[in-house]
């Protein structure tokens, strides 16, 4: 081959992976940050699912329904007890606080007498005071 041949092809796959780089989009932000897809749910689509698993809440429905776009494979995953439970809310530390001063100051409830999450709220709030204290953290 002559030379301006092999300049030619190589210069051709050089203008090759320029346009590739250029034009091809990237993932989508969803895609990226959480490895795949969400795909649009409509009311129509939870109101299936609900009519055959009715013990589901809409948030698990809405969720399972956004991983896999289909209704089909939503109920078959509830056929199979695949489907996870929504994970817990994350709590405002701001929010917290609050709560933990007004308990100390208007409610003086000994800790037999909380239910079962307030106590359990309220060793959170103790533990994460010792531990902001402990590392200096002022919120």
């Known amino acids: 081959m002559e030379s301006s041949t092999v300049t030619y092809i190589i210069g051709a796959i050089v ?8 034009f091809v989009e990237s993932e989508p932000t ?3 940050l959480h490895g795949h897809p969400r795909f649009n749910v409509t009311p129509n689509m939870i109101s299936e699912v609900q009519a055959v698993a009715p013990g589901l809440s809409v948030a698990q429905i809405r969720a399972d329904l956004q991983l896999t776009g289909s209704v089909a494979v ?9 489907i996870p439970d929504l994970p817990q809310p994350q709590i405002d530390p701001i929010s917290i606080k609050k709560q933990l001063s007004d308990n100390q ?5 000994s800790f037999s007498e909380l239910t079962y999450s307030q106590k359990k709220r309220e060793m959170i709030l103790k533990n994460r005071h010792k531990l902001q204290l402990k590392r200096g953290i002022v919120l």
């Not at 078959?76 to 007890?81: C, K, P, Q, T, V």
């Open 74 to 82: 939503t109920v078959d995953r509830y056929l199979s007890n695949s």
């Open 30 to 32: 969803a895609q990226r």
């Open 105 to 109: 100051d208007g409610n003086n409830l």
């Open 15 to 22: 203008v090759l992976i320029i346009f590739n780089y250029l």
